[in-house]
Protein backbone atom coordinates (compact mmCIF):
# COMPACT_ATOMS: atom_id res chain seq x y z
CA UNK A 1 0.00 0.00 0.00
CA UNK A 2 2.99 2.17 1.02
CA UNK A 3 4.93 3.41 -2.22
CA UNK A 4 9.20 3.06 -1.83
CA UNK A 5 10.96 6.15 -2.87
CA UNK A 6 14.63 5.81 -3.81
CA UNK A 7 16.76 8.36 -3.18
CA UNK A 8 17.08 10.88 -6.63
CA UNK A 9 20.64 10.65 -8.63
CA UNK A 10 22.87 13.31 -7.83
CA UNK A 11 22.32 16.24 -10.20
CA UNK A 12 18.60 15.61 -10.88
CA UNK A 13 15.85 17.77 -10.53
CA UNK A 14 13.35 17.41 -8.30
CA UNK A 15 9.98 15.59 -8.96
CA UNK A 16 7.58 18.48 -8.27
CA UNK A 17 9.48 20.67 -11.12
CA UNK A 18 9.40 17.96 -13.78
CA UNK A 19 6.82 19.58 -16.97
CA UNK A 20 3.63 17.52 -16.33
CA UNK A 21 4.95 16.02 -13.14
CA UNK A 22 2.79 15.72 -9.98
CA UNK A 23 5.05 18.59 -8.50
CA UNK A 24 5.08 20.90 -11.00
CA UNK A 25 5.23 24.57 -10.09
CA UNK A 26 1.76 26.21 -10.05
CA UNK A 27 1.01 28.95 -12.44
CA UNK A 28 -0.41 30.84 -10.07
CA UNK A 29 -2.70 34.36 -10.62
CA UNK A 30 -0.69 35.63 -7.16
CA UNK A 31 2.23 35.86 -5.23
CA UNK A 32 3.16 32.85 -3.73
CA UNK A 33 2.73 33.64 -0.45
CA UNK A 34 -1.00 34.97 -0.88
CA UNK A 35 -1.06 31.54 -2.68
CA UNK A 36 -0.19 29.73 0.01
CA UNK A 37 -2.49 31.33 2.41
CA UNK A 38 -5.48 31.07 0.09
CA UNK A 39 -4.84 27.07 0.54
CA UNK A 40 -4.65 26.94 4.03
CA UNK A 41 -7.67 28.65 4.47
CA UNK A 42 -9.24 26.75 2.10
CA UNK A 43 -8.31 23.77 4.18
CA UNK A 44 -9.44 25.62 7.25
CA UNK A 45 -13.51 25.56 6.03
CA UNK A 46 -13.06 22.02 4.43
CA UNK A 47 -12.38 20.77 7.97
CA UNK A 48 -14.83 22.79 9.58
CA UNK A 49 -17.34 22.16 6.97
CA UNK A 50 -16.28 17.76 7.40
CA UNK A 51 -16.48 18.00 11.23
CA UNK A 52 -20.20 19.10 10.76
CA UNK A 53 -20.97 16.98 8.42
CA UNK A 54 -19.99 13.82 11.11
CA UNK A 55 -21.62 15.37 13.74
CA UNK A 56 -24.56 16.35 12.00
CA UNK A 57 -24.90 12.60 11.18
CA UNK A 58 -24.32 11.55 14.63
CA UNK A 59 -26.87 13.69 16.18
CA UNK A 60 -29.39 12.68 13.28
CA UNK A 61 -28.29 9.04 14.19
CA UNK A 62 -29.00 9.50 17.22
CA UNK A 63 -32.58 11.12 17.57
CA UNK A 64 -33.79 8.95 14.62
CA UNK A 65 -32.14 5.40 15.83
CA UNK A 66 -31.79 5.82 19.35
CA UNK A 67 -28.69 5.02 21.51
CA UNK A 68 -26.24 7.61 21.13
CA UNK A 69 -22.96 5.92 22.15
CA UNK A 70 -23.83 3.22 19.24
CA UNK A 71 -24.63 5.49 16.66
CA UNK A 72 -21.91 8.07 16.96
CA UNK A 73 -19.19 5.08 17.43
CA UNK A 74 -20.41 3.63 14.35
CA UNK A 75 -20.42 6.98 12.60
CA UNK A 76 -16.92 8.01 13.64
CA UNK A 77 -14.98 4.41 13.36
CA UNK A 78 -16.48 4.05 9.34
CA UNK A 79 -15.93 7.24 8.81
CA UNK A 80 -12.03 7.34 10.35
CA UNK A 81 -11.77 4.12 8.49
CA UNK A 82 -12.95 5.45 5.11
CA UNK A 83 -10.24 8.43 5.16
CA UNK A 84 -7.91 6.12 5.46
CA UNK A 85 -8.91 4.46 2.31
CA UNK A 86 -9.71 7.96 0.58
CA UNK A 87 -6.53 9.04 1.27
CA UNK A 88 -4.61 5.95 -0.54
CA UNK A 89 -7.16 6.15 -3.13
CA UNK A 90 -6.60 9.97 -4.11
CA UNK A 91 -2.85 9.72 -4.60
CA UNK A 92 -3.93 8.06 -8.27
CA UNK A 93 -5.69 12.12 -8.35
CA UNK A 94 -1.87 14.01 -8.12
CA UNK A 95 -1.32 14.31 -11.38
CA UNK A 96 -4.65 16.06 -11.67
CA UNK A 97 -4.68 17.90 -8.29
CA UNK A 98 -6.33 20.74 -8.83
CA UNK A 99 -9.37 19.41 -11.04
CA UNK A 100 -9.40 16.38 -8.45
CA UNK A 101 -10.03 18.51 -5.77
CA UNK A 102 -12.52 20.57 -7.40
CA UNK A 103 -14.52 17.47 -8.28
CA UNK A 104 -13.87 15.89 -4.74
CA UNK A 105 -15.38 19.25 -3.09
CA UNK A 106 -18.05 19.30 -5.23
CA UNK A 107 -19.19 15.76 -5.01
CA UNK A 108 -18.71 16.25 -0.80
CA UNK A 109 -20.78 19.16 -0.93
CA UNK A 110 -23.97 17.17 -2.48
CA UNK A 111 -23.35 14.32 -0.07
CA UNK A 112 -22.96 15.83 3.22
CA UNK A 113 -25.49 18.85 2.55
CA UNK A 114 -28.41 16.25 1.70
CA UNK A 115 -27.32 13.77 4.01
CA UNK A 116 -29.65 14.98 6.79
CA UNK A 117 -32.33 15.05 4.17
CA UNK A 118 -31.50 11.49 2.90
CA UNK A 119 -31.67 10.08 6.06
CA UNK A 120 -34.33 12.09 7.56
CA UNK A 121 -36.89 10.74 4.51
CA UNK A 122 -36.10 7.01 4.54
CA UNK A 123 -36.84 7.43 8.33
CA UNK A 124 -40.04 8.93 8.38
CA UNK A 125 -41.34 7.18 5.01
CA UNK A 126 -39.97 3.24 5.29
CA UNK A 127 -38.98 3.45 8.83
CA UNK A 128 -42.37 0.99 9.75
CA UNK A 129 -41.70 -1.17 6.58
CA UNK A 130 -40.06 -3.86 8.66
CA UNK A 131 -39.06 -7.17 7.09
CA UNK A 132 -35.82 -6.89 4.87
CA UNK A 133 -35.78 -3.21 5.23
CA UNK A 134 -35.98 -3.03 9.32
CA UNK A 135 -32.34 -1.89 9.14
CA UNK A 136 -32.70 0.36 6.58
CA UNK A 137 -32.33 3.70 8.17
CA UNK A 138 -28.49 2.38 9.83
CA UNK A 139 -28.05 1.25 5.97
CA UNK A 140 -28.21 4.39 4.52
CA UNK A 141 -26.05 5.85 7.81
CA UNK A 142 -23.07 3.44 7.03
CA UNK A 143 -23.13 4.53 3.36
CA UNK A 144 -23.68 8.04 4.08
CA UNK A 145 -20.57 7.94 6.70
CA UNK A 146 -18.70 5.81 4.54
CA UNK A 147 -18.76 8.17 1.72
CA UNK A 148 -18.04 11.11 3.46
CA UNK A 149 -15.19 9.68 4.67
CA UNK A 150 -13.93 8.87 1.43
CA UNK A 151 -14.17 12.12 0.20
CA UNK A 152 -13.18 14.07 3.71
CA UNK A 153 -9.89 11.48 3.24
CA UNK A 154 -9.36 12.50 0.29
CA UNK A 155 -8.42 16.02 0.43
CA UNK A 156 -5.51 16.23 2.68
CA UNK A 157 -3.35 14.37 -0.14
CA UNK A 158 -4.36 16.43 -3.14
CA UNK A 159 -4.18 19.58 -1.41
CA UNK A 160 -0.65 18.03 0.11
CA UNK A 161 0.17 18.52 -3.33
CA UNK A 162 -1.37 21.58 -4.33
CA UNK A 163 0.45 23.64 -1.10
CA UNK A 164 3.83 22.22 -2.65
CA UNK A 165 3.19 23.13 -5.94
CA UNK A 166 3.38 26.74 -4.87
CA UNK A 167 6.10 26.87 -3.12
CA UNK A 168 8.71 23.54 -2.15
CA UNK A 169 8.87 22.41 1.86
CA UNK A 170 9.88 19.89 3.22
CA UNK A 171 7.38 17.29 4.09
CA UNK A 172 7.55 17.68 7.58
CA UNK A 173 6.68 21.30 7.81
CA UNK A 174 3.85 20.63 4.99
CA UNK A 175 2.39 18.57 7.26
CA UNK A 176 2.46 20.83 9.64
CA UNK A 177 1.04 23.28 7.91
CA UNK A 178 -1.77 21.36 6.90
CA UNK A 179 -2.39 19.70 9.83
CA UNK A 180 -2.61 23.08 11.94
CA UNK A 181 -5.30 24.41 9.83
CA UNK A 182 -7.48 20.76 9.37
CA UNK A 183 -7.38 20.78 13.24
CA UNK A 184 -8.31 24.74 13.94
CA UNK A 185 -11.35 24.22 11.48
CA UNK A 186 -12.38 20.96 12.82
CA UNK A 187 -12.39 23.20 16.15
CA UNK A 188 -14.57 25.53 14.70
CA UNK A 189 -16.63 23.34 13.09
CA UNK A 190 -17.11 21.59 16.08
CA UNK A 191 -18.26 24.70 18.22
CA UNK A 192 -20.51 25.65 15.36
CA UNK A 193 -22.77 22.69 14.82
CA UNK A 194 -24.29 22.62 18.71
CA UNK A 195 -23.64 26.54 19.38
CA UNK A 196 -24.58 28.29 15.92
CA UNK A 197 -26.05 25.63 13.17
CA UNK A 198 -28.54 23.49 15.19
CA UNK A 199 -30.44 25.72 17.23
CA UNK A 200 -30.79 28.97 14.64
CA UNK A 201 -30.91 26.82 11.59
CA UNK A 202 -31.97 23.14 12.76
CA UNK A 203 -29.96 20.06 11.48
CA UNK A 204 -31.37 20.13 7.79
CA UNK A 205 -31.07 23.58 6.98
CA UNK A 206 -27.52 23.97 8.45
CA UNK A 207 -26.64 20.84 6.64
CA UNK A 208 -27.65 22.36 3.38
CA UNK A 209 -26.16 25.67 4.26
CA UNK A 210 -22.51 23.71 5.25
CA UNK A 211 -22.69 21.70 1.74
CA UNK A 212 -23.18 25.02 -0.09
CA UNK A 213 -19.78 26.69 1.87
CA UNK A 214 -17.56 23.96 0.50
CA UNK A 215 -19.15 24.08 -2.50
CA UNK A 216 -18.47 27.68 -3.19
CA UNK A 217 -14.92 27.48 -1.19
CA UNK A 218 -14.04 24.70 -3.09
CA UNK A 219 -14.56 25.41 -6.51
CA UNK A 220 -13.35 29.29 -5.46
CA UNK A 221 -9.91 27.77 -4.80
CA UNK A 222 -9.54 25.49 -7.42
CA UNK A 223 -11.12 28.15 -10.36
CA UNK A 224 -9.38 31.26 -9.01
CA UNK A 225 -5.80 30.03 -7.85
CA UNK A 226 -5.38 27.17 -10.29
CA UNK A 227 -7.58 27.36 -13.31
CA UNK A 228 -4.33 27.99 -15.26
CA UNK A 229 -3.56 24.43 -14.61
CA UNK A 230 -7.01 22.76 -16.01
CA UNK A 231 -8.18 22.80 -19.34
CA UNK A 232 -10.89 24.81 -20.83
CA UNK A 233 -12.94 22.00 -20.92
CA UNK A 234 -12.17 20.66 -17.50
CA UNK A 235 -12.90 24.44 -15.91
CA UNK A 236 -16.56 24.22 -17.74
CA UNK A 237 -17.54 20.95 -15.88
CA UNK A 238 -15.84 22.05 -13.00
CA UNK A 239 -17.89 25.34 -13.07
CA UNK A 240 -21.28 23.39 -14.44
CA UNK A 241 -20.83 20.89 -11.42
CA UNK A 242 -20.31 23.46 -8.97
CA UNK A 243 -23.76 25.08 -9.98
CA UNK A 244 -25.44 22.09 -9.72
CA UNK A 245 -24.48 20.86 -6.79
CA UNK A 246 -25.90 24.91 -5.27
CA UNK A 247 -28.89 24.89 -7.37
CA UNK A 248 -29.81 21.32 -5.87
CA UNK A 249 -28.65 22.53 -2.36
CA UNK A 250 -30.63 25.80 -3.01
CA UNK A 251 -33.51 24.26 -4.13
CA UNK A 252 -33.64 22.05 -1.22
CA UNK A 253 -33.30 24.92 1.48
CA UNK A 254 -36.20 26.68 0.07
CA UNK A 255 -38.50 23.23 0.11
CA UNK A 256 -37.22 22.62 3.93
CA UNK A 257 -39.99 23.50 5.68
CA UNK A 258 -42.59 21.82 3.26
CA UNK A 259 -40.15 19.33 3.51
CA UNK A 260 -40.16 19.22 7.87
CA UNK A 261 -44.22 19.47 7.83
CA UNK A 262 -44.64 16.40 5.17
CA UNK A 263 -42.04 13.88 7.01
CA UNK A 264 -43.52 15.06 10.62
CA UNK A 265 -46.95 14.18 9.52
CA UNK A 266 -45.48 10.71 7.85
CA UNK A 267 -43.98 10.11 11.35
CA UNK A 268 -46.47 11.21 13.55
CA UNK A 269 -49.29 11.49 11.78
CA UNK A 270 -51.55 14.47 9.88
CA UNK A 271 -52.35 16.10 13.52
CA UNK A 272 -49.84 17.68 14.27
CA UNK A 273 -50.36 21.11 16.40
CA UNK A 274 -46.72 21.98 17.66
CA UNK A 275 -43.41 21.49 16.46
CA UNK A 276 -40.61 23.15 18.10
CA UNK A 277 -37.01 22.72 18.66
CA UNK A 278 -35.55 23.65 22.07
CA UNK A 279 -31.89 24.13 23.37
CA UNK A 280 -32.46 20.57 24.76
CA UNK A 281 -34.59 18.01 22.46
CA UNK A 282 -37.21 18.29 19.75
CA UNK A 283 -40.86 18.95 21.57
CA UNK A 284 -44.21 17.63 18.98
CA UNK A 285 -47.47 17.62 20.49
CA UNK A 286 -50.33 15.76 18.32
CA UNK A 287 -54.01 15.64 19.16
CA UNK A 288 -56.24 17.29 21.95
CA UNK A 289 -58.90 18.93 20.01
CA UNK A 290 -61.62 17.38 18.44
CA UNK A 291 -61.97 14.61 21.00
CA UNK A 292 -58.66 13.06 19.67
CA UNK A 293 -55.98 12.16 22.11
CA UNK A 294 -52.87 14.47 22.85
CA UNK A 295 -49.69 13.08 22.84
CA UNK A 296 -46.77 14.42 23.08
CA UNK A 297 -43.40 13.19 21.60
CA UNK A 298 -39.70 14.28 22.91
CA UNK A 299 -37.10 13.51 20.21
CA UNK A 300 -39.36 11.19 18.13
CA UNK A 301 -40.23 8.95 21.35
CA UNK A 302 -43.44 9.04 23.01
CA UNK A 303 -43.30 10.35 26.44
CA UNK A 304 -47.07 11.10 27.08
CA UNK A 305 -50.07 9.69 25.16
CA UNK A 306 -53.94 10.91 26.37
CA UNK A 307 -54.93 7.33 25.91
CA UNK A 308 -53.19 5.53 28.65
CA UNK A 309 -50.95 8.46 30.74
CA UNK A 310 -53.60 7.83 33.76
CA UNK A 311 -52.32 4.32 34.44
CA UNK A 312 -48.80 5.45 34.41
CA UNK A 313 -49.03 8.43 36.43
CA UNK A 314 -51.31 6.74 39.14
CA UNK A 315 -48.83 3.63 39.05
CA UNK A 316 -45.69 5.85 39.20
CA UNK A 317 -47.42 8.29 42.26
CA UNK A 318 -50.34 6.77 44.49
CA UNK A 319 -47.90 3.93 45.70
CA UNK A 320 -45.14 6.45 47.14
CA UNK A 321 -47.81 8.36 48.59
CA UNK A 322 -48.63 6.00 51.17
CA UNK A 323 -47.31 7.74 54.25
CA UNK A 324 -45.84 11.09 55.18
CA UNK A 325 -46.36 13.48 51.53
CA UNK A 326 -46.08 17.10 52.80
CA UNK A 327 -43.22 17.76 50.95
CA UNK A 328 -42.50 16.04 47.46
CA UNK A 329 -39.84 16.10 44.51
CA UNK A 330 -40.56 15.24 41.31
CA UNK A 331 -37.31 14.84 38.86
CA UNK A 332 -38.39 15.10 35.83
CA UNK A 333 -42.25 14.95 35.00
CA UNK A 334 -42.33 18.69 33.02
CA UNK A 335 -45.42 17.50 31.39
CA UNK A 336 -46.92 18.54 35.12
CA UNK A 337 -49.18 15.17 35.10
CA UNK A 338 -46.84 13.49 37.78
CA UNK A 339 -47.64 17.08 40.05
CA UNK A 340 -51.50 16.62 39.03
CA UNK A 341 -51.52 12.99 40.57
CA UNK A 342 -49.47 14.32 43.93
CA UNK A 343 -51.46 17.31 44.13
CA UNK A 344 -54.65 14.74 44.43
CA UNK A 345 -53.87 14.00 47.93
CA UNK A 346 -54.64 16.10 51.51
CA UNK A 347 -51.67 17.26 53.03
CA UNK A 348 -49.27 18.20 50.84
CA UNK A 349 -47.34 21.36 51.18
CA UNK A 350 -44.77 21.70 49.02
CA UNK A 351 -44.08 20.03 45.65
CA UNK A 352 -39.99 20.78 43.80
CA UNK A 353 -40.04 19.67 39.93
CA UNK A 354 -36.67 19.79 38.83
CA UNK A 355 -37.75 19.25 34.52
CA UNK A 356 -34.21 19.78 32.44
CA UNK A 357 -36.54 21.66 29.54
CA UNK A 358 -38.11 24.82 30.32
CA UNK A 359 -40.24 24.62 27.03
CA UNK A 360 -42.01 21.74 28.41
CA UNK A 361 -42.62 23.39 31.33
CA UNK A 362 -44.29 26.02 29.19
CA UNK A 363 -46.41 24.14 26.86
CA UNK A 364 -47.63 22.79 30.19
CA UNK A 365 -48.91 25.21 31.81
CA UNK A 366 -50.20 27.36 28.27
CA UNK A 367 -51.40 24.42 25.76
CA UNK A 368 -55.00 24.06 25.87
CA UNK A 369 -54.74 21.08 26.16
CA UNK A 370 -51.54 19.81 27.74
CA UNK A 371 -52.38 22.16 30.44
CA UNK A 372 -56.09 20.87 30.71
CA UNK A 373 -54.91 17.33 31.08
CA UNK A 374 -52.96 18.12 33.62
CA UNK A 375 -55.41 20.28 34.99
CA UNK A 376 -53.03 23.31 35.48
CA UNK A 377 -51.14 21.21 38.06
CA UNK A 378 -48.13 23.56 37.55
CA UNK A 379 -49.42 27.05 38.02
CA UNK A 380 -50.83 25.36 42.20
CA UNK A 381 -49.38 27.66 44.36
CA UNK A 382 -47.78 24.74 46.01
CA UNK A 383 -45.42 23.87 43.29
CA UNK A 384 -41.97 25.07 42.11
CA UNK A 385 -40.76 24.40 39.47
CA UNK A 386 -36.88 24.83 38.49
CA UNK A 387 -35.32 23.93 34.69
CA UNK A 388 -32.08 21.93 35.59
CA UNK A 389 -30.22 19.23 35.16
CA UNK A 390 -31.52 16.75 37.97
CA UNK A 391 -28.14 14.76 38.72
CA UNK A 392 -26.35 18.70 39.13
CA UNK A 393 -29.47 19.75 40.92
CA UNK A 394 -29.51 16.94 43.25
CA UNK A 395 -25.86 17.56 44.64
CA UNK A 396 -26.52 21.07 45.96
CA UNK A 397 -29.96 19.79 47.51
CA UNK A 398 -30.38 19.97 51.62
CA UNK A 399 -30.23 16.97 53.09
CA UNK A 400 -33.49 15.11 54.34
CA UNK A 401 -35.78 17.18 52.65
CA UNK A 402 -38.46 15.22 50.99
CA UNK A 403 -40.80 12.67 52.11
CA UNK A 404 -41.36 11.23 48.72
CA UNK A 405 -39.16 11.77 45.42
CA UNK A 406 -40.75 10.79 42.22
CA UNK A 407 -38.36 9.85 39.49
CA UNK A 408 -40.31 10.40 36.18
CA UNK A 409 -37.50 9.81 33.48
CA UNK A 410 -37.24 8.00 29.99
CA UNK A 411 -36.10 5.00 29.90
CA UNK A 412 -32.86 3.61 31.29
CA UNK A 413 -31.84 2.10 27.86
CA UNK A 414 -31.80 5.65 26.53
CA UNK A 415 -28.10 6.78 26.67
CA UNK A 416 -29.20 10.49 27.59
CA UNK A 417 -30.61 8.97 31.23
CA UNK A 418 -27.93 6.54 32.05
CA UNK A 419 -26.47 8.73 34.36
CA UNK A 420 -30.16 9.37 35.90
CA UNK A 421 -30.15 5.65 36.73
CA UNK A 422 -26.83 5.73 38.20
CA UNK A 423 -25.54 4.30 41.76
CA UNK A 424 -24.25 7.58 42.07
CA UNK A 425 -27.76 9.49 41.13
CA UNK A 426 -29.52 7.32 43.89
CA UNK A 427 -27.21 8.04 46.68
CA UNK A 428 -27.98 11.75 45.99
CA UNK A 429 -31.88 10.58 45.69
CA UNK A 430 -31.35 9.00 49.20
CA UNK A 431 -29.13 12.06 50.80
CA UNK A 432 -32.35 14.09 50.02
CA UNK A 433 -34.85 11.45 51.86
CA UNK A 434 -36.52 12.15 55.02
CA UNK A 435 -36.69 9.70 57.70
CA UNK A 436 -38.82 7.34 56.50
CA UNK A 437 -39.33 8.63 52.78
CA UNK A 438 -39.42 6.93 49.98
CA UNK A 439 -38.38 7.02 46.36
CA UNK A 440 -40.36 5.68 43.14
CA UNK A 441 -38.36 4.85 39.86
CA UNK A 442 -39.66 4.21 36.59
CA UNK A 443 -37.55 1.99 35.14
CA UNK A 444 -38.64 0.81 31.86
CA UNK A 445 -40.79 -2.12 30.49
CA UNK A 446 -40.73 -5.33 32.63
CA UNK A 447 -41.63 -7.72 30.47
CA UNK A 448 -39.82 -6.46 27.43
CA UNK A 449 -36.88 -5.24 28.78
CA UNK A 450 -36.07 -7.32 32.15
CA UNK A 451 -32.41 -6.71 31.82
CA UNK A 452 -32.67 -3.29 32.64
CA UNK A 453 -35.45 -3.17 34.60
CA UNK A 454 -34.00 -5.36 37.24
CA UNK A 455 -30.55 -3.43 36.25
CA UNK A 456 -32.70 -0.83 38.16
CA UNK A 457 -33.70 -2.48 40.42
CA UNK A 458 -29.79 -3.86 42.14
CA UNK A 459 -28.55 -0.24 41.43
CA UNK A 460 -30.90 0.92 43.68
CA UNK A 461 -30.34 -1.56 46.58
CA UNK A 462 -26.51 -0.99 45.89
CA UNK A 463 -27.30 2.72 46.76
CA UNK A 464 -28.47 1.42 50.78
CA UNK A 465 -32.04 1.02 49.91
CA UNK A 466 -34.57 -1.56 50.06
CA UNK A 467 -36.79 -2.02 46.88
CA UNK A 468 -40.29 -3.33 46.04
CA UNK A 469 -40.52 -3.97 42.31
CA UNK A 470 -44.13 -3.67 40.45
CA UNK A 471 -45.54 -2.58 37.48
CA UNK A 472 -48.81 -2.10 35.38
CA UNK A 473 -49.94 -2.88 31.90
CA UNK A 474 -51.47 -0.59 28.96
CA UNK A 475 -55.21 -0.74 28.18
CA UNK A 476 -54.75 -0.43 24.37
CA UNK A 477 -53.25 -3.46 22.58
CA UNK A 478 -50.51 -2.42 20.32
CA UNK A 479 -50.21 0.75 21.46
CA UNK A 480 -46.49 2.40 22.26
CA UNK A 481 -47.25 2.22 25.63
CA UNK A 482 -44.17 4.33 27.80
CA UNK A 483 -41.71 6.83 27.63
CA UNK A 484 -38.87 5.96 25.43
CA UNK A 485 -40.54 4.37 22.37
CA UNK A 486 -40.53 6.05 18.89
CA UNK A 487 -44.32 6.77 16.50
CA UNK A 488 -42.57 3.59 14.02
CA UNK A 489 -43.01 1.23 17.43
CA UNK A 490 -46.29 1.38 17.60
CA UNK A 491 -46.89 -2.01 16.02
CA UNK A 492 -44.40 -3.80 18.68
CA UNK A 493 -44.85 -1.71 21.32
CA UNK A 494 -43.89 -3.17 24.96
CA UNK A 495 -47.72 -3.17 26.87
CA UNK A 496 -46.38 -2.70 30.25
CA UNK A 497 -44.67 0.14 32.36
CA UNK A 498 -42.40 -1.14 35.23
CA UNK A 499 -41.69 0.95 38.31
CA UNK A 500 -39.44 0.76 41.28
CA UNK A 501 -40.43 1.73 45.24
CA UNK A 502 -37.33 2.11 47.29
CA UNK A 503 -36.75 3.29 51.39
CA UNK A 504 -34.10 2.74 53.86
CA UNK A 505 -36.22 0.23 55.25
CA UNK A 506 -38.62 -2.30 53.50
CA UNK A 507 -41.50 -0.29 51.59
CA UNK A 508 -44.66 -1.32 51.97
CA UNK A 509 -46.58 -1.70 48.73
CA UNK A 510 -50.08 -0.17 48.91
CA UNK A 511 -52.81 2.29 48.13
CA UNK A 512 -53.01 5.04 51.00
CA UNK A 513 -56.35 4.54 53.11
CA UNK A 514 -56.89 7.80 53.62
CA UNK A 515 -55.92 9.33 50.36
CA UNK A 516 -57.75 9.79 46.97
CA UNK A 517 -59.16 7.01 45.33
CA UNK A 518 -57.17 6.17 42.23
CA UNK A 519 -59.43 6.06 38.70
CA UNK A 520 -57.59 2.92 37.28
CA UNK A 521 -55.41 1.56 39.84
CA UNK A 522 -56.52 -0.94 43.01
CA UNK A 523 -54.92 -2.67 45.43
CA UNK A 524 -55.70 -5.69 43.44
CA UNK A 525 -54.46 -4.59 40.37
CA UNK A 526 -51.17 -3.03 41.99
CA UNK A 527 -50.53 -6.75 44.00
CA UNK A 528 -50.53 -8.13 40.54
CA UNK A 529 -48.50 -6.30 38.94
CA UNK A 530 -46.07 -7.26 41.77
CA UNK A 531 -46.33 -10.66 41.43
CA UNK A 532 -45.96 -9.75 37.43
CA UNK A 533 -42.99 -8.41 37.80
CA UNK A 534 -41.91 -10.64 40.34
CA UNK A 535 -41.76 -13.30 37.98
CA UNK A 536 -39.33 -11.91 35.37
CA UNK A 537 -36.48 -11.60 38.15
CA UNK A 538 -33.26 -11.62 36.86
CA UNK A 539 -30.79 -12.14 39.32
CA UNK A 540 -27.20 -11.71 40.30
CA UNK A 541 -26.86 -8.34 37.46
CA UNK A 542 -24.19 -5.83 38.70
CA UNK A 543 -24.98 -1.62 39.67
CA UNK A 544 -24.96 0.46 36.97
CA UNK A 545 -22.58 3.36 37.81
CA UNK A 546 -21.26 6.33 35.94
CA UNK A 547 -18.39 4.67 34.88
CA UNK A 548 -19.53 1.29 33.80
CA UNK A 549 -23.14 2.34 32.65
CA UNK A 550 -24.89 -1.33 32.41
CA UNK A 551 -28.52 -0.45 30.13
Not at 79 to 91: E, H, P, R, T, Y
Request: with cysteine.
Amino acid sequence: MIEPHAPAPPGCPPSWSAPGGPGTPARLPVRPGTGRFLVLAGVFVCAACGLVYELELVALASYLLGDSVTQASVVLSVMVFAMGIGSLAAKRLRPLAAAGFGAVEATLALVGGCSAMALYAVFAWTGDWGGWWADGPRCLLVAFSLATGLLIGAEIPLLMELIQRIRRQDAGGAVADLSAADYVGALVGGLAFPFLLLPLLGQLTGALLTGAVNAVVGGALVLGLFRRDLTRRARWLLMAGNALVLAILASAALLVDDFERAARQAVYGGDVRVALQTGVQEVVLTGGRHGRPLDLFLDGRLRVSGRDELRYHEALVHPAMSGPHARVLILGGGDGLATREVLRHPGVDRVDVVELDAEVVRLARTDPALSALNRHALGDPRVRVTAEDAFGWLRGATPATYDVVVSDLPDPGLTASTKLYSQEFYGLTRRVLAPGGRLVVHAGPVADGPRAYWTVEATLRAAGLRTAPYGTGSGHTGFAAGPGRTPADRSRAPRSWGFVLAARTDPRLRLDPDGPRPSVLTQASLAAGERAARRTRIGGLPASTLVHPRY
